[in-house]
């Protein structure tokens, strides 16, 4: 259970348009008050169990987002914040765009609106837990993400 | 015999009080800003999770200066319990904080770089404070030895109250709390994100942690000093002058190292050297 008591959460911005990174940090605030399930905005990869991603994944970033995942020590899970992390959203056909975070690295749970309320946060954050403990119990790794440039996702 | 039950208690004990120093911290802060705040014990749960996950480092030395540190940071709270000879406590002290220093740096992160950078700025500023307690220490009891203080006829407090207000900004800056805070933002993903400890994760970082759950109760015993020849009511300073830095942790903002370097070598310093003139002219004796 010691996992679930402290997840660190890393927030990762992907092409976002800031509506759902205001959601994510309403969670931290007074109001929401995420840090009394021991949930901390860490900014550091090497001290984060939960990846928290907002925004479709483009061809600029696909390898910050693949560098920020390798980082963060086993066990791990991604969780995809919003219609753009989860799909793709309104941006899934620009050319620019890669699609959903799923495209990119492995994404455990989603949670979907445009923009989510922070209570959906929360949940996505609670259901992470569990899938962070089976992780742990079942001494999941997370697969090693490969660099690679410029490439299209085969079903992209 | 006694000398090792001694150890085993300090080995045990010193974490477990110091853990509670820190979720106290953590709870107090969360009140303060109208908030729940975590449990009592969340230090506790946190460590217990960076111990079980993955220990990524940068380079193999990352490891050994975290060890280093926390060995060292043990040794002088050990010598403080045992009585030794301030000076040499403080040296060992230095030594602990100095190899925090070399690992941030050990990294390369311009973020670890920033902070230890920072850091040494802040041991550059505390470091003069800490020497001049030490030879108030002296001009009083005629030894570095601190057994010397437990006979003494009365408590160190009533000489040496400027050295005291220096010891409390001095307990800012080491526990590295607003305004203080900049070689590592405690409170996470802020400019440096994390500091000197950027690089660490995992067990490496449970470590720090561990370390710095020592280096509460080494701190506070510094305070204790002061009275020590009362241990109830020196752990009663200590006690409270750990919440005064909780409470200026809570209404103040960060300030610039500059800013630092020129309290402490200017308002900290005078007020100190004025306190050991006086000790020094009027000649008090304590034994």
């Known amino acids: ?156 | 015999m006694n000398d090792i039950l001694t150890i085993i208690l300090v080995l045990i004990g010193a974490p477990i009080l110091g853990c509670l120093a820190s979720g106290i911290d953590r709870k107090l802060t969360a009140r303060l800003q109208g908030r729940v705040g975590p449990p009592l014990l969340q230090p506790y749960y946190d460590v217990r999770k960076l111990l079980s996950k993955d220990n990524i480092v940068v380079n193999p030395s990352q490891n050994f200066y975290v060890i280093v540190y926390l060995a060292f940071i043990i040794l002088s709270l050990l010598m403080l319990v045992f009585k030794q000879d301030f000076l040499m406590i403080i040296f060992v002290y230095t030594v602990a904080s100095v190899a925090l220093v070399v690992g941030g740096m050990s990294t390369g992160s311009p973020y670890a770089r920033i902070g230890s950078s920072r850091e040494i700025m802040a041991i550059l500023s505390y470091e003069p404070v800490l020497i001049l307690y030490a030879l108030a220490i002296y001009l009083l009891t005629g030894t570095f030895k601190l057994s010397a203080l437990l006979d003494a006829s009365s408590p160190l407090l009533m000489y040496t109250p400027l050295i005291f207000i220096a010891m409390i900004v001095v307990l800012n800056i080491k526990l590295k709390k607003s305004p203080f805070d900049y070689s590592t933002s405690h409170h996470g993903h802020q400019e440096l994100i994390k500091g000197m400890t950027t690089e660490y994760g995992g067990p490496g970082f449970a470590t720090i942690e561990i370390a710095h759950f020592y280096e509460y109760v080494f701190l506070t015993g510094l305070i204790f000093l002061f009275w020590a020849s009362a241990p109830v009511i020196g752990v009663l300073i200590g006690i409270i002058a750990y919440l005064l830095v909780i409470v200026i942790d809570n209404i103040t903002a960060r300030v610039y190292w500059q800013w630092m370097l020129k309290l402490s070598w200017t308002i900290l310093l005078v007020i100190s050297l004025v306190n050991i003139a006086f000790l020094y002219v009027s000649g008090v004796k304590l034994i």
């Not at chain 1, 990119?104 to 989510?116: F, L």
């Not at chain 1, 119990?137 to 079903?155: A, D, F, T, Y």
Request: hydrophobic content about 40%; some cysteine; overall charge neutral.
């Open chain 1, 1 to 156: 259970m010691s996992l679930a008591k402290s997840p660190w959460i890393i927030h990762v911005n992907c092409n976002s348009c800031n509506g759902c990174d205001i959601e994510v940090v309403a969670c931290l605030t007074p109001l929401y008050d995420a840090e009394r399930f021991g949930v901390i905005n860490i900014g550091t990869p090497k001290q984060a169990d939960i990846m928290v991603v907002t925004g479709s994944v483009n061809y600029k970033n696909v390898n910050v987002l693949k560098n920020l995942y390798n980082q963060i020590p086993d066990p791990k899970v991604v969780l995809a914040v919003g219609a753009c992390a989860s799909t793709g959203g309104i941006f899934h056909d620009c050319y620019n765009v890669v699609g959903g975070v799923d495209q990119v690295i492995p994404v455990d749970a989603y949670v979907p609106g445009c923009c989510p309320r922070p209570e959906a946060i929360l949940d996505g954050v609670v259901a992470a837990l569990s899938i962070l403990e089976n992780k742990k119990k079942g001494n999941i790794k997370g697969k090693e993400v490969k660099l690679k440039g410029n490439e299209v996702p085969s079903n992209a």
